[in-house]
């Protein structure tokens, strides 16, 4: 398929050893399908990164933050070719694995887009804003970064294949105005036509390196009720 709306993991039966095929199953509304998850060895257990694959010129966005690095090191890890892009200023550059190229882009400089996806394979968008005070405060982030890169992936006579890291909050828009700006960039690449696209709604995520959920594991620590 050329689009593909995900929700969560497909898993594989030979994935899930000790446990019936049914056990792996999600319903089909929800499965990513695997010739799209197995193009993105890093998000997959290592037994996926085992499956036979051609390296990759990846491009990461994002690749600072705490699942970005994760990814850096995971698909470093499968033999792929790293490119992380970063805001022009960042303070967070140290947070760049080494073995992967570095560039400085402004998400609003479509020149600047089109010369990075030249010669892409993927492109994992992974840079979104989590806080802000309004719809307003939002849409830079989480909606135009996601219109300028399309424009810049479907400028090339062959697109690269696109991951969006959403969220699971865009499920459910009409909960907050985060919800509602990353609804709308899910459906900035659901319209995109000629383009190759798997969209990947985590809740929420944590484990080494991640601050966002650190106080609540403090305020679970201390004995306090939630």
């Avoid at 010739?35 to 085992?50: C, D, G, Q, V, Y």
């Avoid at 705490?66 to 550059?93: D, K, N, W, Y």
Wanted: with cysteine.
């Amino acid at each position: 398929t050329s689009a593909s709306a995900v929700k969560s993991i497909w898993y594989r039966p030979e994935l899930c050893p000790g446990h019936r095929p049914a056990s792996c199953r999600v319903p089909r509304r929800n499965r990513i399908f695997w010739p799209e998850l197995k193009a993105l060895a890093a998000i997959s257990p290592t037994r996926m990164a085992e499956q036979d694959h051609a390296p990759q010129r990846i491009v990461l966005t994002g690749a600072t933050g705490f699942i970005g690095t994760h990814l850096q090191h995971q698909l470093l890890a499968s033999g792929h070719e790293v490119v992380a892009v970063v805001r022009p200023g960042s303070s967070r550059r140290a947070n760049i694995f080494r073995g992967v190229e570095l560039r400085a882009i402004a998400f609003n400089d479509a020149t600047a887009l089109r010369q990075l996806l030249e010669n892409a394979d993927t492109v994992v968008h992974c840079a979104g804003a989590v806080r802000g005070r309004n719809l307003e405060s939002f849409r830079p982030a989480n909606i135009e970064a996601l219109e300028n890169l399309v424009s810049a992936a479907l400028a090339h006579k062959i697109a690269p294949r696109f991951i969006l890291i959403s969220s699971l909050a865009a499920s459910r828009p009409q909960v907050s105005d985060y919800a509602l700006s990353k609804h709308t960039g899910e459906q900035v690449l659901r319209n995109a036509e000629g383009l190759q696209w798997v969209i990947l709604r985590p809740p929420a995520v944590y484990g080494p390196g991640d601050t966002e959920m650190r106080p609540l594991f403090q305020s679970i620590r201390r004995g306090l009720a939630l």
